[in-house]
């Protein structure tokens, strides 16, 4: 299999190439040449297998220049019980992502038992095996330099601690990450993580790690990488569980089923696109929003105008708090018929804030052949639909997946299942929780106690240089 760019420009490459990238030389995506397609008797097949296998059966699929023995080897160490331990029926763990019946047409499909109680973990796991693996091979090293206000940075972490050839620098705004959030990242000791308190807003962590990247010298020196949401190797791990919650809702291998999902960068609905062109059978994705609603009204208008940080909101879902979704750019790719030279003309408008607009055909084949529909929540939606839930099925669930339901209650039509991803768990943003149920949201029991253990981590100023400095003291050259 190989990987080619969205935007034309990039020579065909194999996947442990790509996987250490980010984006490609022309500014493009990487993305499979074409995707694999399973049949109907294929499809029966894998709804009889475990998450180990049914990962290795779509994964393997990907990546020709691993191994197999070795691929499955990395797949059976990531997807265990232990790992993915946090689920609410402990009995369920090695499913790994469990469903849960809200009604006889409505399911939640928990993605969030990982280490750091969020859906990045299901690929994020993954990925530290397989960079782990593959820097090996080549004797290489990697220096991640990446900004988080919450869940990306500690997935990251969580998923590259101990691993050879890896070290983090992860910065966050001093003071400005919740209590569980500070305590999830600052109190891993381990010598390869490193955590960078900045003494400043989020954006101006951003704009330090951008300067890191802006310089060519430096980056090369200091072998700079990143693991963002454009990672393909992300994108193809979440793929499985759209097949693992299929399976565990169709009646029947072949029947229709809905997917909705909470919504950022577009990064975990991609997945199931990408699900669904391998032929599971998949009719709607339904893509839900906060009031950052740029996909919401693509989805619904056909017009994709991203919006600058003076126009996204700090919400309570704050995990999708986007206005530019990095892999969009995929799904339009395939949408236009693989047309790159088009596509590349979209996104010379993205690239400068301007947006586009797709003609009518186009904007009807998205809903029809694509089966794409959307919703937005706002904050009393979100606190309205956590209550619901808690009352009708005694279910906590989470600011993220809550906006989930609300579109997922706004498509849902009779006959077809509907399954709600869940991205998030409630002890993850306990605010929000108390002013919905008026309790402190549930806490796995081995996170208890959290916020009193020892915290590791060094406070710098909103400074690239400074960063720059940091990161040569401790990397080796
Ligand atoms: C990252 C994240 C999202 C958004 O996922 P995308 O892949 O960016 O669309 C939603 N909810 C939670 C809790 C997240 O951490």
Known sequence: MNYISTRGGMAPQRFSDILLGGLAPDG???IAERYPRFTLDELK??????????????ISRFVDDIPADQLKALIDKTYTAQVYCHGRDPAQADQITPVVKLDEALFIQELSNGPT????DMAMQLLGNLF????????????IVGATSGDTGSAAEYAMRGKHGVRVFMLSPFGKM????????????DENIHNIAVKSMFDACQDMVKAVNNDAAFKAR??????????????VAQAVYYFKGYFAVAGEVGEPVDFCVPS???????????????????RRLIVATNENDVLDEFFKTGGYHPRGLDRTYETSSPSMDITKASNLERFVFDLLGRDAAKLAELWRGV????GFDLDPATFARMRDEYGFRSEKSSHADRIANIREVFERYGLQIDPHTADGYKAAKAHREPGVPMVILETALPAKFEDTMREALNQAPQRPADLQGLEAQPQRFDVLEADAEALKRYVAERVPV
């Open 45 to 58: 097949a894998l709804s009889k297998l475990n998450y180990r296998e049914l990962a290795f059966a779509v």
């Open 264 to 282: 950022g960068n577009f990064g975990n609905v991609c997945a199931g696109h990408i699900a669904r062109q391998m032929g599971l059978p998949i």
């Open 178 to 189: 919740s209590p569980f959030q500070r305590a999830q990242m600052f109190s891993l000791q």
């Open 132 to 143: 782990e693996h593959v820097l090996t091979q080549r004797g290489q090293e990697i220096n």
């Open 351 to 354: 690239d400068k804030n301007q």
């Open 222 to 235: 200091y072998k700079v990488g990143a693991v963002n949401s454009i990672n393909w190797g992300r994108v």
């Open 28 to 30: 493009g995506l990487a």
């Open 117 to 120: 109680l969020a859906f990045k």
